[in-house]
C-alpha cells in the first residue's frame, strides 16, 4: 500500500496543457481557539518578523513560515496547500495544538 501511495505522489498529470501536482488542501478552524493558540499557529504557517532595539541601532529578525519553507501557498480562510510532507507537519502540528483541521488530497497546478 505504502509503494502504490508513493507512485500517486510522484505522478503529475497533464490536462488541457497545464501540469496538476498531487497537493493537500489543508483546513483548520483557528476560531475555536484561545489568541495565544492563534498566534502560535499564525507563527508556524505565516512566519513573523521582530524587530528589535540593540545598541547599534534596529535589527530586524525574520522567521520564515512552513508555507514560504515548503512552497505551500494561503488559499483561503484558514485555508492552506501544502505538499505531503509539510501538510504532515502541519496538521500535527495543529492536532497538538488542539486545532479541529482536515486534510484532503488533491491534484493542483505546479505553480501553487
Known sequence: MENATQEVEN?????MGTKYEPRVLLHFDIRVAKQTVRRRVDRFLYGAR????????RKTYRYPGLLERTGGRHYGQS??????VAADEAFYFLRGMKVPCERMGILAPNRV
Not at 505522478?11 to 490536462?15: A, G, K, L, R, T
Not at 521582530?50 to 541601532?57: D, M, P
Request: glycine share 6%; charged share 25%.
Open 11 to 15: 505522478n503529475i498529470v497533464e490536462w
Open 50 to 57: 521582530e524587530t528589535r532595539l540593540t545598541k547599534a541601532g
Open 79 to 84: 485555508v492552506v496547500i501544502l505538499d505531503s
